[in-house]
Nanobody, 124 residues
Framework: QVQLVESGGGLVQAGGSLRLSCAAS????????MGWFRQTPGKEREFVAA????????YYADSVKGRFTISRDNAKNTVGLQMNSLKPEDTAVYYC?????????????????WGQGTQVTVSS
C-alpha cells in the first residue's frame, strides 16, 4: 500500500494560480496510475485529472481543461497539479490518489490509496 501526502493548498484570488504536490512513499510509485480529485461538502468526490504511469498520457475533467496541468516525477515519487486561472468554483478539498487498473480513470472507486487532502479556496 502506498502512502500519499498532499501539500500546496491555500487561499488565492480568482484568476490566480496554485501548485499542488503529492508525495508518495511505501510502494513502487512508477507502477501506479495517479489522479487528482476534489470534493466540496455534501457532494461526491469529483475527478479532476489523471496521469499514466510514465506521465506520457493525461486526462482532465472538462471543467479544468486548459487551466490545470497534471505531471509526475517518478524519480522523486511525486505528482503535481498546476492550477491556473482559478475560479471560485474550484474551491474544494483536493486529493491525490493511486490506482492499479487501466480502467476507472474517472471513477474515485477505482483508486485504492488516498491522501488526506489539501484545501484550496478561491475568493472572488
Amino acid at each position: 500500500q502506498v502512502q500519499l501526502v498532499e501539500s500546496g493548498g491555500g487561499l488565492v484570488q480568482a484568476g490566480g494560480s496554485l501548485r499542488l504536490s503529492c508525495a508518495a512513499s511505501g510502494g513502487t510509485f512508477s507502477s501506479f496510475r495517479m489522479g487528482w480529485f476534489r470534493q466540496t461538502p455534501g457532494k461526491e468526490r469529483e475527478f479532476v485529472a489523471a496521469v499514466s504511469r510514465s506521465g506520457s498520457t493525461t486526462y482532465y475533467a472538462d471543467s479544468v481543461k486548459g487551466r490545470f496541468t497534471i505531471s509526475r516525477d517518478n524519480a522523486k515519487n511525486t505528482v503535481g497539479l498546476q492550477m491556473n486561472s482559478l475560479k471560485p468554483e474550484d474551491t474544494a478539498v483536493y486529493y491525490c490518489a493511486a490506482r492499479d487498473s487501466v480502467g476507472g480513470i474517472f471513477e474515485f472507486k477505482a483508486y485504492h490509496s488516498w491522501g488526506q487532502g489539501t484545501q484550496v479556496t478561491v475568493s472572488s
